[in-house]
């Protein structure tokens, strides 16, 4: 099995770059990060709202809310830490659903009434938290994440999937406990016609809780991302590219409608794949092989994809995903948050990892590629709507390397912020800390995967490698025993 050389084994910035040359990868990378000199530290604009610095927060979820969707003492701790970041950007916290039925798991934030004023505390704790540490939260933006699982909904039970979809996907019902011959989880126009109120709701929620802007999210597979793709589905939210962006179109315009004063954002998964497996032929029972596609020659071409090249699926085809950007200008929609693919469904595109979670695969390229192909997708979009706010993502595999990269790629103007995921969870403050050009190696993010292996095996996400905190829960011995398949 092949293996690839950890970020951390290249010393300096010529060797890193030696490596990137014979990878064919063309990174823009300054020799050092320049600190509060450094573009990082400027601001941006989304519209007329100044945000203090190029720091993005990602939303990142951890399995840790009650079973009525109100956070927990981790959720706030989570918070905290994204305030306490030096991030002046937050994208949404994590994924909050907008009723029970769309819950990912039975531990996801949900925002309701009996939850509207958990999720205020959140909205306070981050905010206090953001002031103590810089004094000042007038060019801070926070966002909430609002979703529904759709296929991926595990509301009541973490074994328990209780999907509910746009359309038959040949290759990932059986993955998702789909039968593909019962149509009644098969989301009806009517039904999506309310889960269109429900949303509208859920942002008036959230713009009474002070919540500087929404995401209506479309990533990950979950159920937005998946009506882009519905070229099967007939009736008003399939079809051709109006039906399929007709959902988004009308929460965006029903949001606008009901709360005049506040943001939308959009994080997008701006291209995917075919669904990946570990090789079979490379595999045992205690390690899966590297990643590769699951067979999809006889579905050519390939119509299940947003974003992908239909002849081969297995390249990204950004046209549509560029017509959408222009559609969300039309809409009002300034600022779209840059992601791709899904973590269920072939990981190494969304987040590049050298350590597979527990339910996935080892590379299939070296995770390098992986960064970089989010970073060129998020480039060219950018040369396509220079007037649009981008944030990118999937940066954290570059661990030594993030800031002279992420210098380099805010001053030549290949993204507008740079947001960052598991980084944080290792290292609440690392933003803060990269432009004090005071990093500790320590703290780094080496994409272990655990805080994706705890969820996978039910238990709390964290970073339990790493986090003091974490290492010391319970959990951590679990995780361990589970790894260990006890
Ligand atoms: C534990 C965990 C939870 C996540 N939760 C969410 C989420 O709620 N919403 C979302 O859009 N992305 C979520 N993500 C994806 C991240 O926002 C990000 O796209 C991904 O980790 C890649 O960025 P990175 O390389 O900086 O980690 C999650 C990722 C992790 C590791
Ligand atoms: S568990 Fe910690 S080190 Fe591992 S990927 Fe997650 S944040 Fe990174």
Not at 82 to 108: C, M, Y
Not at 110 to 123: P, V
Not at 214 to 242: I, N
Request: glycine letters at 8%; hydrophobic letters at 35%.
């Amino acid at each position: 099995m092949r293996s690839y050389p950890p970020v951390a084994s290249f010393k300096t910035v010529v060797s890193f770059r030696a490596y990137l040359d014979k990878l064919g990868v063309e990174l823009p990378m300054d020799d050092a990060c320049d600190g509060t000199d450094s573009p990082l530290a400027t601001p941006c604009y989304w519209g007329e709202r100044k945000i203090g610095n190029r720091w993005c927060i990602q939303p990142m979820e951890g399995w840790d809310g009650t079973a009525e969707g109100n956070p927990t003492e981790l959720t706030i701790r989570r918070w905290r830490h994204f305030g306490e970041s030096g991030a002046k950007l937050i994208w949404g916290g994590e994924a909050t659903a907008v009723r029970h039925d769309g819950r990912a798991n039975p531990r996801q934030l949900c925002i309701t009434e009996q939850t509207a004023a958990g999720l205020a505390e959140l909205r306070s704790t981050l905010v206090r938290a953001h002031k103590e540490c810089y004094g000042q939260t007038d060019d801070l933006m926070l966002g909430l994440q609002l979703t529904h699982s759709g296929r991926f909904s595990k509301p009541n039970e973490h074994g328990k999937p209780e999907p509910r979809i746009a359309y038959h996907h040949p290759l990932l019902d059986a993955r998702t406990g789909v039968d593909p011959d019962d149509d009644n989880v098969i989301f009806t126009d009517t039904e999506l016609d309310d889960l269109i109120a429900d949303f509208v709701k859920a942002a008036k929620t959230a713009w009474n809780l002070g919540f500087d802007f929404v995401d209506v999210k479309q990533c990950h597979g979950y159920l937005g991302h998946e009506l882009l793709s519905a070229r099967t589905r007939p009736g008003r939210y399939g079809g051709s590219f109006a039906g399929r962006t007709n959902f988004l179109r009308t929460v965006i315009t029903g949001i606008k409608q009901e709360c005049p004063g506040l943001l939308i954002g959009v994080r997008l998964s701006a291209f995917d794949s075919v669904p990946f497996h570990p090789d079979p032929a490379l595999s045992t029972p205690e390690k899966p092989g590297p990643g590769r596609p699951v067979p999809y020659e006889h579905l050519l071409p390939y119509v299940y994809g947003f974003g992908c090249n239909q002849g081969n699926p297995l390249e990204p085809d950004l046209d549509e995903p560029k017509q959408l950007l222009d559609l969300l200008r039309e809409l009002g929609v300034m600022a779209v948050d840059i992601t791709a693919a899904s973590p269920y469904y072939n990981h190494h595109l969304q987040r590049p990892t050298l350590y597979p979670p527990s339910d996935g695969y080892q590379p299939p390229e070296d995770p390098l590629l992986g960064v970089y192909r989010q970073i060129k997708a998020v480039a060219e979009l950018k040369r396509y709507a220079p007037d649009l706010l981008l944030i990118g993502s999937a940066y954290t595999y570059l661990q030594e390397y993030l800031p002279p990269v992420a210098q380099a790629l805010v001053a030549q103007g290949w993204t507008d912020c740079i947001g960052i995921g598991r980084m944080v969870l290792s290292y609440p403050k690392y933003p803060a800390d990269v432009l004090a050009r005071q990093v500790d190696a320590k703290r780094l993010c080496r994409t272990f995967s655990d805080c994706t292996t705890a969820p996978r095996k039910g238990l709390v996400s964290g970073c339990y490698p790493l986090d003091e905190y974490y290492k010391k829960r319970p959990e951590r011995a679990q995780l361990i025993r589970l790894k260990k398949g006890v």
